[in-house]
């Protein structure tokens, strides 16, 4: 049973403008979240993080949102970059297991 | 700081063959992981080990993969005999031991079995 959701497997966005990547999760004991972006034959990168006592990280262009009660979050990329374009996977941790869970991805493509 | 090295970063293998993947962690990460990502999909934790000790090797399929943490630094994985299903993208990645430490991936070895 997949614990992460991302239901989006692909996002096109103008270069310049908002991307915003959405994920999901049904385990309520989690309380770690990251995103990892990822480009071809390379592995995953930390990307970003938060912890569920926040309901907002911002790291220059990356901001995550955190909406527990609707167990989602979000990647907003703003302004958007060509560069920015790879493989975004949110993942997911609780009880303090070290136990990652992933997302199935979303492909972003910024258009020049 | 070095990141997570792996090798080989490609492999071909026949069915029925063996085959090993290396991972050296970062420097001073007690936490080690190994995932399997296949095609359109998230990683998928094989093992996770907490120094020299597999804490979580739940999802290893035992009748033909092993690991091994003998030191508690680098890591090997191997996959004996491997079968077509088997190919993928092997990941090694590590981390702090401890509460919100986030994963740090080595660029994997893609395992293709013919």
């Known amino acids: 049973d997949q614990q992460v959701k991302q239901n989006s497997p692909s996002l096109s966005v103008q270069e310049g403008r908002i991307s915003i990547l959405n994920c999901d999760y049904t385990n309520s004991m989690f309380d770690y979240f990251l995103w990892y972006k990822k480009y071809p034959a390379e592995g995953p990168t930390f990307l970003i993080s938060i912890s569920s006592i926040k309901d907002k990280n911002e790291d220059g262009r990356f901001t995550v949102f955190l909406n527990k009660s609707a167990k989602h979050l979000s990647l907003h990329i703003v302004p958007s970059q060509p560069g920015d374009s790879a493989v975004y996977f949110c993942?997911?941790?609780?009880?303090?297991?070290?136990?990652?869970?992933f997302g199935t991805g979303t492909s972003l493509t910024v258009i020049p | 700081e070095a990141g997570v090295v792996q090798s080989p970063r490609y492999k071909i293998i026949e069915k029925k063959q063996p085959v090993a993947f290396w991972c050296n962690p970062i420097s001073g990460h007690n936490t080690l992981y190994w995932y399997r990502q296949n095609l359109g999909q998230g990683p998928e934790l094989l093992i996770r080990?907490?120094?020299?000790?597999?804490?979580?090797d739940s999802q290893l399929p035992k009748d033909r993969f092993s690991a091994e943490r003998l030191k508690g630094v680098d890591s090997t994985l191997k996959i004996q005999p491997a079968e077509l299903g088997d190919s993928a993208v092997y990941l090694c990645?590590?981390?702090?031991?401890?509460?919100?430490?986030?994963?740090?991936f080595g660029n994997g070895t893609r395992l293709t079995v013919t």
């Open positions: 993942a997911a941790s609780g009880n303090a297991g070290n136990q990652f869970y």
């Open positions: 080990y907490e120094n020299e000790e597999a804490v979580d």
């Open positions: 990645a590590s981390s702090l031991r401890g509460n919100n430490s986030p994963l740090h």
